[in-house]
């Protein structure tokens, strides 16, 4: 019994210490010596048993301050509340230098690689003013549509009012987005310690030939640390002298498209791309009848989510496929944009046996490497099952042989009597039943009645979400299976897949309920079903 019960404790404090979690990230990798970066601890710990251990750093950073912010939870407890420690970290040294595992408890974070450049002397003589702008390209020439990475960066040395503005990056032959907000640090210019203002920006060139990337003006108002007249320090707001300032133009070659790339294809110049998939359920248990979720997923380095094409392949024999609408992304990076493409459809198999899917491709520029890629996903092979729950089509009855001669008036007379007889009972229960208020019919023997009002309303409103809805509900009081009604009846199979396709399509078509209301009404009955109507006494809710 002890064994069990330290066994649970220890089980127990396992999962405790998994749910808490200590991550690090840096607001960048790559800097100049001489520049401060900063460093985030956060913790999911509720009470953390003290705070990170920061005597690791010392070694080749120095720290230069460190605050400490609560994040509190949800109210519904579906988020945890986290406590992050901010520390501010300048470089001893040049070169690339790890950022140690730090620990927090019984926990630690991982190492991180920082890449520090050697600063270099500036004899520029704009850059020995209290404030300037510099402007730079992570490449000097890029292909039409490819990305290049713009970065703006204000130093100065004197402190500054929160009024400063920068004129907005215009340009009619470009297409900009912004990467993240702006950043803020310090460094040292020529021996002189400055703050740094950094925004980048993804450009992405919508013609060949020569870019110019315009002069960008920076404003602000200098915080005046002069007395006036009487020997006092200026009080109020923007009492300083207003600083204006430029960045240098730049220009920009723009290459066309290669000769070599495929005319058909989209154009999709990028560093990297990668193509990826998933199926919920997996692809081996495809049954016919039951649908599979494909997802497909495409993501590429230095192209936003917008500039990635359909992923949609071929129609493919004896696969019904109902496509989701496509989910876009773009996620500012280290190096610029990384846009995704998810495309997600339900493929629902009509018949058993072997399904070929054939292979996914998407040609693509690798402009690292300045040639042409193919990155594909392989031709996948659906062994679809049998579904027992998909009742088979009854064979159709031989007629009848045809009566001797000497038995047709007999027939014939005995036939009329039974007409007679039906007729006139049939005309006596319907008088019965207008006289009498209607009884609704016990949930044990037949469905309720309310369910098919439901659908027939929604069928009249053409609504395809609350159809869906009340058709699910009526069909689970069914003694079958809706696979089932509509294998052995074809309206109400071309019916659903309309409503499918309307529920499922991208395009968003219009649909008319009368189809399917028409086809409900239709339905023959099951033969269980003829047995269990036959015993019943009460008239039918929707007489055909």
Request: charged letters at 20%; one cysteine or more; proline letters at 10%.
């Amino acid at each position: 019994m002890n064994r069990l019960l330290r066994a649970f404790l220890l089980c127990l404090l396992a999962w405790t210490a998994q749910g808490e979690e200590l991550t690090a990230r840096v607001d960048r990798t790559h800097l100049d010596a001489g520049e401060t970066l900063e460093l985030t601890l956060e913790s999911t710990d509720p009470a953390p048993p003290g705070k990170p251990d920061l005597g690791p750093l010392e070694a080749h950073f120095e720290v230069l301050g460190t605050r400490q912010v609560n994040r509190p939870g949800s109210t519904g407890g579906e988020s945890p509340g986290t406590i992050q420690w901010l520390v501010t970290l300048q470089p001893r040294h040049p070169g690339q230098l790890t950022i140690p595992p730090l620990r927090l408890g019984d926990r630690q974070t991982r190492a991180i690689v920082l890449h520090v450049r050697e600063s270099e002397v500036d004899s520029d003589p704009a850059r020995l003013a209290p404030v300037f702008i510099d402007a730079s390209l992570d490449q000097e020439s890029t292909y039409v549509q490819a990305q290049v990475v713009l970065t703006l960066r204000i130093y100065h040395s004197v402190s500054l009012y929160d009024d400063s503005s920068l004129s907005p990056l215009q340009m009619a032959d470009a297409r900009i987005e912004a990467l993240g907000v702006p950043r803020t640090y310090e460094t040292s210019v020529n021996g002189v310690r400055h703050g740094v203002i950094e925004m980048r920006y993804a450009v992405f060139p919508q013609r060949s030939g020569q870019l110019l990337i315009p002069a960008q003006a920076f404003t602000a108002t200098e915080v005046s640390r002069l007395p006036d007249r009487d020997g006092l320090l200026p009080f109020g707001p923007h009492s300083g002298r207003q600083i204006r300032v430029e960045s240098p133009a730049i220009h920009l070659t723009v290459k066309a498209k290669p000769a070599e790339y495929p005319a058909d294809a989209p154009w999709l110049p990028a560093r990297s791309l990668v193509l990826s998939e998933s199926w919920s359920p997996a692809p081996e248990q495809a049954r016919a009848g039951e649908s599979l979720t494909r997802h497909l997923t495409l993501r590429a380095d230095g192209l936003s989510g917008a500039q990635l094409p359909p992923l949609a392949g071929p129609p493919v024999e004896g696969l019904r496929r109902y496509p989701e609408q496509p989910q876009l992304a773009s996620q500012a990076g280290e190096r610029g944009l990384i846009g995704s493409r998810e495309e997600r459809e339900a493929l629902v198999p009509t018949r058993d046996g072997r399904i070929e899917l054939p292979a996914q491709e998407v040609l693509w520029w690798n402009t690292a490497h300045d040639r042409l890629e193919h990155t594909r996903l392989p031709a996948r092979t659906l062994m679809v099952a049998k579904n027992p729950m998909l009742a088979e089509e009854q064979p159709q009855p031989s007629a009848a042989l045809s009566p001797p001669p000497w038995q047709a008036l007999w027939a014939w007379q005995l036939a009329s009597s039974l007409l007679f007889c039906t007729t006139l009972l049939g005309f006596t229960l319907w008088w019965r039943a207008r006289r009498q208020p209607a009884v609704l019919r016990s949930a044990a023997g037949w469905p309720n009645p309310r369910l098919l009002d439901d659908l027939h309303r929604a069928c009249q409103a053409n609504d395809t979400q609350a159809t869906r809805q009340a058709l699910d509900a009526w069909a689970r009081q069914q003694p079958e299976t809706l696979a089932a009604m509509a294998a052995r009846f074809v309206p109400l199979s071309d019916a659903l897949d309309g409503l499918n396709g309307a529920l499922y399509s991208e395009s968003g078509q219009r649909w008319q309920g009368e189809d399917l209301w028409q086809a409900i009404r239709d339905l023959p009955p099951a033969q269980d079903v003829d047995t269990a109507r036959e015993r019943s006494q009460l008239p039918p809710l929707y007489p055909r």
